[in-house]
């Protein structure tokens, strides 16, 4: 199987590297100084779990150069989703499948409305990488995950081959058949963790460690679940007992990954995460002061920097 990565932040990065050291095919669509260091140096995952490691990488900034793959991993900021979909089109053939593996709950609607429909399936990733340096991913939590379905539920053929590619390269994979709940299962996580961590600029430990902010957390994860539920997805009841029990077992020092997008001065993802929970709960009648705060506060930072994609 013929696999791209696009996008070669923390995420991409970090599975795309595990993947290639693992003898896969792998071709990395990249621009600017990241393409630069992937060609002449390849790229450095400093995995605490397999150790430091640097990998020679195929790269290319023309996806025209690569022609149609079996697989996607489509790695980018939510805000750069319909750019991206649109310049990796010729990555795409009849066959190919497209796992979007970002944060939010719309990217693969976007992303299909783009490349066309069947050919889009979902994914949530568990990894705390950031991008050091162009071509240099640092981990903080492991072993990174990535769980994935289709997204009208069940399994099929075309899944279960994907899993038997993905098994074996030093990261958990898992193919599930409730997708569609799993994305906003792990929505509700990623809105208190990215938001509330990039709000108070503290890491998850001293977070929790504060009646206060402990509860401010919790209350972002409970009406995030409260307007999925009103949009009529089965999130669990247990979902936010859940998340707040793994949030007190994960590295204490880690922070979600847009902290870091606001201490680096880059563009935030906050529309895709808080934003889009205030608007989807104005929809459907559910208040979200909480999300509101989040989305509120950093609203002033949210375009930062602009950067490329990879």
Not at 43 to 63: C, I, Q, R, Y
Not at 78 to 107: H, W
Request: glycine fraction near 12%.
């Amino acid at each position: 199987m013929r696999l791209a990565v696009v996008g070669v932040g923390g995420t991409g990065g970090y599975f795309g590297g595990l993947l290639a050291r693992a003898g896969r095919e792998v071709t990395f669509i990249a621009r600017g100084e990241t393409l630069t260091v992937l060609r002449t140096r390849g790229l450095t995952v400093k995995s605490k779990v397999e150790g430091p490691f640097t990998v020679a990488v195929h790269a290319t900034d023309t996806p025209s150069e690569v022609g149609p793959v079996d697989l996607v991993l489509f790695c980018v900021k939510a805000y750069d989703t319909t750019e991206v979909a649109n310049m990796i089109r010729p990555l795409v053939g009849a066959d190919t499948v497209i796992l979007s593996v970002q944060n939010g709950i719309d990217n693969e609607e976007r992303i299909a409305e783009v490349v066309g429909q069947g050919l889009v399936i979902g994914g949530v990733a568990g990894v705390s990488a950031q991008k050091e340096a162009p071509g240099v991913i640092s981990v903080t939590q492991e072993p990174g995950w990535i769980r994935f379905g289709d997204l009208t539920g069940g399994t099929d053929a075309r899944t279960e081959r994907l899993l038997e590619v993905l098994q074996g390269a030093g990261f958990n994979t898992e193919l599930r058949s409730d997708m569609p709940v799993h994305l906003w299962t792990k929505f509700v996580f990623i809105c208190a963790f990215s938001g509330v961590t990039s709000l108070t600029q503290r890491p998850i430990g001293e977070i929790l460690q504060y009646p206060e902010t402990a509860e401010f957390y919790r209350l972002v994860m409970e009406e995030t679940a409260a307007v999925g539920r009103a949009q009529g997805v089965a999130i669990p009841d247990d979902c936010v007992e859940g998340w707040i029990r793994m949030s007190g077992e994960i590295n204490p020092g880690a922070y979600g990954s847009m902290y870091y997008d606001l201490a680096s001065g880059r563009r935030l993802e906050l529309d895709s995460l808080n934003g889009c929970v205030v608007r989807l709960g104005q929809e459907v009648g559910v208040a979200t002061p909480f999300n509101f705060a989040v989305n509120a506060a950093l609203k002033p930072y949210e375009d930062g920097e602009r950067q490329s994609f990879a």
